[in-house]
Nanobody, 115 residues
Framework: QVQLVESGGGLVHPGGSLRLSCAASGSISSILVMAWYRQAPGKQRELVANITRGGITGYVDSVKGRFTISGDNAKNTVYLQMNSLRPEDTAIYYC?????????WGQGTQVTVSS
């Protein structure tokens, strides 16, 4: 089992930055991939960025060049650095992890981009 706890959401003006953190605990050595998803009101949850155990990253086109996913193995934490935020980035952001046993989700953190 893996437990995930997100932090770092909040209200930011367009063009601003936020850094989300996801602290993992439990059977973390079995994790194969971690990711950030988001869900805006009235929309389906979408994959924003992911990072594999080997450090390979991927991004949805709408955030390429603006968001960066990274991991700190010593802290068992994955980050999502979000720059040049836009109103359309407003959503609840969820941390996700997968191992051979299943899929795990955090509770979500709200990100609101508004002037």
């Amino acid at each position: 089992q893996v437990q995930l706890v997100e932090s770092g959401g909040g209200l930011v003006h367009p063009g601003g930055s936020l850094r989300l953190s996801c602290a993992a605990s439990g059977s973390i050595s079995s994790i194969l991939v971690m990711a950030w998803y988001r869900q805006a009101p009235g929309k389906q949850r979408e994959l924003v960025a992911n990072i594999t155990r080997g450090g390979i990253t991927g991004y949805v086109d709408s955030v390429k060049g603006r968001f960066t996913i990274s991991g700190d193995n010593a802290k068992n934490t994955v980050y999502l650095q979000m720059n040049s935020l836009r109103p359309e980035d407003t959503a609840i952001y969820y941390c996700y992890a997968r191992d051979l046993s299943g899929n795990y989700w955090g509770q979500g953190t709200q990100v609101t981009v508004s002037s």
